[in-house]
């Protein structure tokens, strides 16, 4: 039988990843954290002090970078680059960046492609992205899209940072966020949009567990 895949896809700040990785948790499915991989390719940019406007350089910078997942011993997913843990690197707004300017390189996101595809494992996956229920899993069963005002999102980013002790401001943040959710809305290849038979949720005002609730009815019914 088929591996059921369920897609996740939505701006920065929509609640995808926390959304996600508790419902993978109560399905006892994979989780798969795509924007890291993307991050990861930002982080090992940085470290390689790359040029983010060479596109041939951000290229051999995936193909040459190793990320690896694991648990720590408190369930907490770890990011390994190149054997190095770089898990709080990784989600700061600096990698978000470089990130965002990586994944607009069509070779790089054809790179990454297999290396996806290959967290679809039994019994199932939970998939969260941009491009998962559009370009990466077309086929799957179950396809959310996640929104949420910006002004939430933006909220959401500060508290998240804030409890992490990053000190950051909240309309620079939202300015952030306005200006990656269009450059990922635009870019010409696999641009942010719902799959035609996604089903969207908005999240604004909600909390996680009634969002978490909506999510796995989809897959229960
Ligand atoms: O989801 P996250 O904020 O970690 O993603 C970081 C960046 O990686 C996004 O802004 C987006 O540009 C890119 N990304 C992508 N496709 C995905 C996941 C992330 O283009 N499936």
Redesign the pocket.
Known sequence: PEIPVLTI?GP?GSG??TISRLVAQRLGWHYL???????AV?VAAGWGDLDLADPAALVRCTFDTEIGFREDDSGELRVLVNGTDATDE?RTET???A??????IPEV?EALKDR?RAFRQPPGLVA?????GTV?FPGAAYKVFLTASADERAQRRYKQLNDKGVSVTLPGLLREILA?DA??AQ?AV?P?RPAEDAVRIDTTGLGIEAVVERVLALVHE
């Not at 954290?33 to 991050?39: E, F, M, N, Q, T």
């Not at 990130?99 to 607009?104: D, G, H, K, L, M």
């Not at 969260?128 to 998962?132: A, H, I, Q, T, V």
């Open positions: 896809d920065s995808k990843g954290d795509s924007g890291a991989l993307y991050r930002g990784l990698a978000g960046a990130a965002s300017a990586i994944a607009a996101r996806q969260d992205g941009r491009d998962m990466i990656r450059r990922d870019r696999a942010l």
